[in-house]
């Protein structure tokens, strides 16, 4: 049965979510999610246990993961839907990947302290289930914890993001890269949360163009990370570009997430869901 209330972007423990894939699995039933997708980044250790989760629930479940790349001197990141989880060649991609996290972590901790804001890779790691990949987001946990800002949107904006004293320059994966180790695995290459990203309108069209030539397939036309009113944006490059549109909240957790998981607005009627290539899963 074609699904009512997809979600197909969310994050678990096993990367900077707040809930194993379990208890996600738990949350997404308790929601009416009835297909979900578990896109920890750069990392595919949660999804047997959540695929066990959820055939246990009765929940259709995608496997899934989003990989973080650098395009344009910027920060993007592409979806994978639908992967094989024992996929060589996505596997091996994604260690190389997750190998850059803890230098930048270190270097991020770094700057914070000279600043005076000392031990911060220390506090974030309290937050990482998986010291390889601790993040941005779980440095804002221990901040928020500390006192530095009251929420982790605060910490981003004043500490972690570009310009800011603990912002760290990264070189990601290539885009060609990321969606060659997603198509090898059998998946769906996605743009997440276009929103996002600062680009320009001429910046956007080159970022489409280039994903669509390499063979990527969707865009996050609705997600929990971007305003409502990029609805419509996104909407039209979908249709311009030919890509299937997908429905996300990008799920970290109660105290992580704008959007509950189930929780995002419908798709506009005059897109493709991504959904309609996933049947397998449904």
Same mark, same amino acid.
């Given at each position: 049965?074609?699904?009512?209330?997809?979600?197909?972007?969310?994050?678990?423990?096993?990367?900077?979510?707040?809930?194993?894939?379990?208890?996600?699995?738990?949350?997404?039933?308790?929601?009416?999610?009835?297909?979900?997708?578990?896109?920890?980044?750069?990392?595919?250790?949660?999804?047997?246990?959540?695929?066990?989760?959820?055939?246990?629930?009765?929940?259709?479940?995608?496997?899934?993961?989003?990989?973080?790349?650098?395009?344009?001197?910027?920060?993007?990141?592409?979806?994978?839907?639908?992967?094989?989880?024992?996929?060589?060649?996505?596997?091996?991609?994604? %260690?190389?990947?997750?190998? $850059?996290?803890? *230098? !930048?972590?270190? =270097?991020?901790?770094?700057? /914070? #302290?000279?600043?005076?804001?000392?031990?911060?890779?220390?506090?974030?790691?309290?937050?990482?289930?998986?010291?390889?990949?601790?993040?941005?987001?779980?440095?804002?946990?221990?901040?928020?914890?500390?006192?530095?800002?009251?929420?982790?949107?605060?910490?981003?904006?004043?500490?972690?993001?570009?310009?800011?004293?603990?912002?760290?320059?990264?070189?990601?994966?290539?885009?060609?890269?990321?969606?060659?180790?997603?198509?090898?695995?059998?998946?769906?290459?996605?743009?997440?949360?276009?929103?996002?990203?600062?680009?320009?309108?001429?910046?956007?069209?080159?970022?489409?163009?280039?994903?669509?030539?390499?063979?990527?397939?969707?865009?996050?036309?609705?997600?929990?990370?971007? %305003?409502?009113?990029?609805? $419509?944006?996104? *909407? !039209?490059?979908? =249709?311009?570009?030919?890509? /299937? #549109?997908?429905?996300?909240?990008?799920?970290?957790?109660?105290?992580?997430?704008?959007?509950?998981?189930?929780?995002?607005?419908?798709?506009?009627?005059?897109?493709?869901?991504?959904?309609?290539?996933?049947?397998?899963?449904?």
């Amino acid at each position: 049965m074609r699904p009512e209330n997809p979600d197909l972007h969310a994050h678990s423990t096993c990367s900077d979510g707040l809930l194993t894939p379990t208890e996600l699995v738990a949350r997404a039933v308790a929601n009416g999610v009835d297909l979900l997708a578990l896109t920890d980044h750069d990392e595919t250790g949660g999804l047997a246990e959540a695929q066990a989760a959820a055939d246990a629930a009765g929940l259709a479940f995608v496997p899934g993961v989003e990989v973080s790349v650098t395009w344009a001197q910027e920060t993007v990141h592409i979806v994978g839907l639908g992967i094989d989880p024992a996929n060589t060649t996505l596997l091996d991609g994604l %260690a190389e990947v997750r190998s $850059g996290r803890h *230098a !930048r972590a270190r =270097r991020m901790s770094d700057a /914070l #302290a000279e600043i005076g804001i000392a031990n911060v890779l220390e506090g974030a790691l309290k937050y990482a289930a998986n010291p390889a990949l601790v993040s941005r987001a779980h440095f804002a946990r221990y901040l928020v914890e500390i006192g530095i800002a009251p929420h982790t949107d605060a910490v981003f904006k004043h500490y972690l993001t570009r310009g800011k004293p603990g912002f760290v320059e990264t070189q990601w994966a290539q885009l060609a890269d990321a969606i060659e180790w997603i198509l090898a695995a059998g998946g769906l290459p996605v743009v997440a949360h276009p929103g996002r990203y600062k680009f320009s309108d001429a910046q956007f069209d080159a970022l489409f163009a280039a994903f669509a030539e390499l063979g990527g397939v969707g865009v996050e036309v609705v997600s929990g990370s971007q %305003a409502p009113s990029k609805t $419509g944006k996104f *909407a !039209r490059y979908a =249709r311009r570009f030919g890509l /299937l #549109a997908s429905r996300a909240s990008d799920f970290h957790g109660d105290r992580g997430t704008r959007v509950d998981l189930g929780g995002c607005a419908p798709l506009p009627p005059d897109v493709s869901p991504v959904w309609d290539r996933l049947t397998d899963y449904y």
